[in-house]
């Protein structure tokens, strides 16, 4: 019973609902962001060449430094236009799985290097 009251207040709590609000928005900012780079840029896989298609899933957009560094810079690295390249999903679950081809490994090595000015 006592853990029945305590999950309903956590459940009313103000706290909580407003960082549900936040965490929404940073999604469609994401998004937004995305789809902003998919306008600007040719739709074919920055690691073997595939074309993407016409319409922009989420597994084409990656980022290098992975958002979870995040907190790490004084920098926003999360919407840096060099931070995100279009990939294909074969190579998407590639570099997920640990495979970075030597081509990414140069533009992270190039990124970490600019991003090292901004450390926390
Ligand atoms: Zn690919």
Redesign the pocket.
């Given at each position: 019973m006592f853990g029945r009251l305590r999950t309903i207040r956590l459940k009313k709590s103000p706290f909580k609902r407003k960082h549900h609000h936040v965490h929404t928005e940073e999604i469609v900012k994401l998004r937004d962001f995305f789809l902003s780079l998919w306008k600007k840029r040719p739709h074919y896989?920055t690691?073997?060449g595939?074309y993407l298609g016409t319409e922009p899933h989420s597994y084409n957009f990656h980022h290098i430094i992975g958002k979870r560094f995040q907190s790490e810079y004084s920098i926003d690295i999360t919407y840096n236009e060099k931070n995100i390249i279009l990939?294909?999903l074969?190579?998407h679950s590639s570099i997920e799985n640990g495979f970075l081809p030597p081509s990414l490994q140069k533009l992270k090595t190039e990124l970490l290097r600019i991003y090292s000015a901004f450390r926390k």
């Amino acid at each position: 019973m006592f853990g029945r009251l305590r999950t309903i207040r956590l459940k009313k709590s103000p706290f909580k609902r407003k960082h549900h609000h936040v965490h929404t928005e940073e999604i469609v900012k994401l998004r937004d962001f995305f789809l902003s780079l998919w306008k600007k840029r040719p739709h074919y896989c920055t690691v073997c060449g595939a074309y993407l298609g016409t319409e922009p899933h989420s597994y084409n957009f990656h980022h290098i430094i992975g958002k979870r560094f995040q907190s790490e810079y004084s920098i926003d690295i999360t919407y840096n236009e060099k931070n995100i390249i279009l990939v294909c999903l074969d190579c998407h679950s590639s570099i997920e799985n640990g495979f970075l081809p030597p081509s990414l490994q140069k533009l992270k090595t190039e990124l970490l290097r600019i991003y090292s000015a901004f450390r926390k």
